[in-house]
C-alpha cells in the first residue's frame, strides 16, 4: 500500500516504449474526449498549440480480443505506440462497468481498476514485458489489382442515380436511407451491400464508378475543420483538379454506396482502390436538429458529430456527364 501512495504522491507518469521515455501520462483525457478536442475541435481551450502531443491509455475492444493502447495524439495527429498487456479480467471488468463510450462505439476509458495497475505494473520503471510497442511499417500504400480501363468494354448492368444534393437528415431518416438502399453500415445495416463498378481512368489521382455515373478521388483531403474544407474544395476547383473544377463533397447516399462490408487488408470498409488516409470523411449532410453527418470508412458506418466546428477528412466527388 505505501508503494502505490508513493507512486500516486510522484504521479509516475513515465512510460518507456522502445527507445522513446513518453511523459507525462493525460488520466482526464478519453476517447470520446480527444475527438471533441482534436477532431470535431469543440474542446480546442484544452490545446496549447498545434505541436503539442497528448499521451492516455484506452481499451480497443473493436476486435476479437480487447486490448489496452497508449495513444499519441494532437491536432490532426492519431498514433498508437503500444499495447499494454493487461489482465484480461480487468480490462473485462473496465469495459462492462464503466460505459463512457457512445453505444456505437467500442473505444473505452479506462477506470479506476485498470489505472491503478497500469501505475503498479508499467509505469515509471516497471514491467517493460508487458509493454509491446507498434512498430511502423514504412512501406508504399497497396492499391490493389489495376482496375478494368474506363470506356474500355461499356457497362452492361444496371445504373443507378444517387441523391447528389446536400440534405439535413434526422437519425431516423438516414437509418431509412442505408436501409432503403441497402448500403452496410456495421450498426445500422450489417446485412447490406451495394454493388460497385470501378474503373481506372488515365489519370491515377481519381476513378470512376460506371454504376453511378461518379467520379471519385483515390486520396482526398487532410483532416481539417468545416470551415477550412470549404476552402480547400474551391482551390482544387480553382487548380482543375483532375481536369475539373466541379468537385464537391458527396452526399450520405453516395459515400455509403462505397463501403464495402468486408475489411480489405488496409483495415477499411472500402476496395483498396482507395487510399486509407482519409479513415473518416465530411459528407454533405447536416445532422437535425444540429451537427455534421460524418462516413467512418475504418468501421464502416455512419455516424455524426454535435460539435459546432467539426473537423474531418475529404474525399470529393463529381458526376460524370455524357
Known sequence: MQRTESKETNMYQKLRVGDRTISPIDWEMTPDLSFGTYESWGGRERVRNNDERVYYFFVDAWGEKPKVCLMERGIKHAKILAEIAAPADIVRHCIEGQGRSDRRERSYAIDEPLKQWLIDTVLDGGKSSFVLPIVDESINEDMGAPLPLYGEEPFTGEACTLPSEPAIISEEQAEEIITGWGFFDTFLNPDGSFTNALKRTADTQVIIDERTSLMW??????????????????????????????????????????????????????????????????????????????????????????????????????????
Open 217 to 322: 478521388q483515390r486520396d482526398g483531403i487532410d483532416i481539417t475543420s468545416v470551415r477550412t474544407m470549404q476552402q480547400r474544395i474551391e482551390a482544387l476547383n480553382s487548380q482543375h483538379f483532375a481536369g475539373f473544377n466541379d468537385w464537391r463533397l458527396p452526399t450520405l447516399e453516395e459515400t455509403m454506396s462505397l463501403l464495402e462490408p468486408v475489411e480489405n487488408a488496409k483495415g477499411i470498409h472500402l476496395h483498396p482502390c482507395f487510399s486509407k488516409e482519409q479513415p473518416f470523411v465530411f459528407i454533405a449532410a447536416q445532422r437535425k436538429p444540429g451537427g455534421y453527418w460524418f462516413v467512418d470508412f475504418k468501421h464502416g458506418r455512419a455516424f455524426h458529430s454535435s460539435g459546432t466546428i467539426p473537423g474531418g477528412f475529404g474525399r470529393l466527388v463529381r458526376t460524370v456527364t455524357p
